[in-house]
């Protein structure tokens, strides 16, 4: 990376509680709690443990009235021993009024523009005539206003999140299932929030799509430049994963925006407890942090007859791992090079090899193994998605030893219904909860089974995809 040209892009500051985002402030990070919100006593000891190992914000998952009032006693009690030093944020889907609710009782929410006011999707394509599309942003404009109101009326900032696989039909309809799409999604609500002159704002756009994800990016900062907007932007790659995939993927993505300026808060997005985020974002964040010291040594990325060539003398391979991807994602994209050749002395070539065809794998140049997408969990997961994950990867092996065509395949393991079937939409197939116990399978979109006992449905996965090759 070229640290002597260097340049963080300026933003307007974004006031959550009394933390500052965006403009000069340092790149924040957050999480999201994966315990039930009205586990009060549970939230708030996974909150502490969070904000330990630091966390500068901590999301909950916000599905009802019940849950804001939840969130409200989960405050109160974190004040008097984090004070302000952990504003919390509400996470609400589908549900407006639960947003006007929680808007009063803590320092930030998250509204999902793709359902917001928009009926869940259907993955339905409906032709909307150019005044039908006008009234339905009229009823946009009169709602978020509404919103936007509470919300300067207790001081709580708004973060506009919208999901590569959350977007509304109404959106698809006009736009498909494209970064354009996505774009014009989060500007409907900016357009609106600039006109009640509300600045309290943070936007994010995310995929589990490291390449959809960094494009989307790229176009949304062009967009707000041209329409004279420079709102601070929160980074992630969805549904990465767990382990050193979901961290390898992860930096591929975010690093690839942060090493152009872009980006003022972060979430590394892992399928394991939050906790094991904070470490990883923390690390992506001051590699870029300090241009003119950055912490890893002596490294040089370069290209050289249309190879990546990497290398570094990092002696810890979590790091390197880390760095490695941060650096050789975006060069792969910008010259379409296929081969990723990494070089460090303190690690021998077979590692160096596997870790070069995972970071090829995270930047969605090649395919060599299964690509698993799963959620990080949240308070809405139906089912233990850890030990899951685990029992498919486990399964998957086994499968994959008759038929190694399996490795081509990207399966996604989904905690519930909110995003799964959208997000894991470029997914071959799926394993959805769909109740307390229950799951579904998904081929593409389509649900081929619905509310498997999910002490079953390990082995019905597997036994569907085998037998639908």
């Known amino acids: 990376m070229d640290f002597a040209n260097y340049t963080r892009r300026k933003t307007s500051t974004t006031h959550v509680g009394s933390l500052a985002i965006g403009s000069d402030y340092p790149i924040r990070i957050q999480t999201m709690a994966n315990t039930s919100t009205n586990d009060i006593e549970g939230s708030i000891q996974q909150a502490l443990r969070c904000r330990e190992a630091g966390a500068e914000l901590l999301r909950f998952t916000t599905q009802g009235l019940r ?33 006007d609710a929680a808007a009063r009782v803590v320092e930030k929410v ?3 523009p793709g359902n917001y006011i928009d009926p869940a999707r259907k993955f339905l394509h409906i032709d909307y005539t150019d005044a039908e599309y006008a009234a339905e942003l009229n009823r946009l404009r009169e709602r978020f206003t509404a919103l936007l109101a509470i919300c300067r009326e207790h001081k709580t900032a708004i973060r506009l999140g919208v999901n590569h696989g959350s977007l509304s039909d109404r959106i698809m309809s006009r736009y498909g299932d494209t970064p354009a799409g996505m774009v014009e999604s989060v500007m409907e609500f900016l357009r609106v929030a600039v006109d009640a002159h509300f600045a309290d704002i943070v936007i994010s756009i995310k995929a589990s799509n490291t390449r959809v994800m960094v494009d989307t990016m790229r176009l949304l900062v062009a967009q707000m430049a041209k329409e004279q ?39 590394v997005s892992l399928s394991e407890a939050p906790e094991a985020e904070i470490p990883v974002a923390r690390a992506l964040r001051d590699y870029f942090a300090d241009p003119q010291s950055p912490r890893y040594n002596a490294a040089q990325a370069e290209v050289k007859g249309g190879v990546v060539c990497y290398t570094s003398d990092v002696s810890e391979w979590a790091l390197f791992a ?6 050789c994602g975006r060069l792969l994209w910008q010259t379409e090079a296929k081969v990723l050749r990494l070089s460090n002395p303190h690690f021998a070539p077979e590692p160096l090899e596997r870790l070069s065809k995972d970071i090829l794998q995270a930047a969605g140049v090649i395919r060599y193994k299964t690509e698993f997408v799963s959620c990080p969990g949240c308070g809405r997961t139906l089912f233990g998605l850890q030990d899951t994950i685990a029992a498919i990867k486990a399964a ?67 036994d569907f995809i085998v037998s639908d090759r």
């Open 67 to 99: 849950e804001v009032e939840s969130l409200r006693l989960i405050h109160e009690q974190l004040q008097p021993v984090v004070g302000d030093g952990l504003p919390l944020v509400a996470d609400v889907h589908f549900q407006a009024d639960v947003a």
């Open 322 to 327: 880390l760095y490695a991807a941060a650096e």
């Open 110 to 112: 998250r509204v999902n």
């Open 396 to 462: 998957f092996r086994e499968a994959e030893v008759m038929h190694p065509e399996l490795r081509t395949l990207k399966i996604g393991v989904m905690g519930c219904i909110v995003n799964g079937p959208g997000e894991m939409a470029d997914a071959d197939y799926g394993y959805v909860g769909a109740a307390r116990g229950k799951v579904s399978l998904y081929k593409g979109k389509n649900c081929i089974r619905m509310n498997i006992p999910q002490e079953e449905a390990v082995q019905a996965l597997v």
């Open 229 to 267: 907007m420079a709102f601070p932007l929160h980074l992630g790659v969805t549904e990465a994963g767990e382990g050193e995939d979901g961290r390898i993927k992860s930096a591929v993505g975010i690093g690839a925006l942060l090493a152009e300026g872009i980006g003022d808060t972060i979430r």
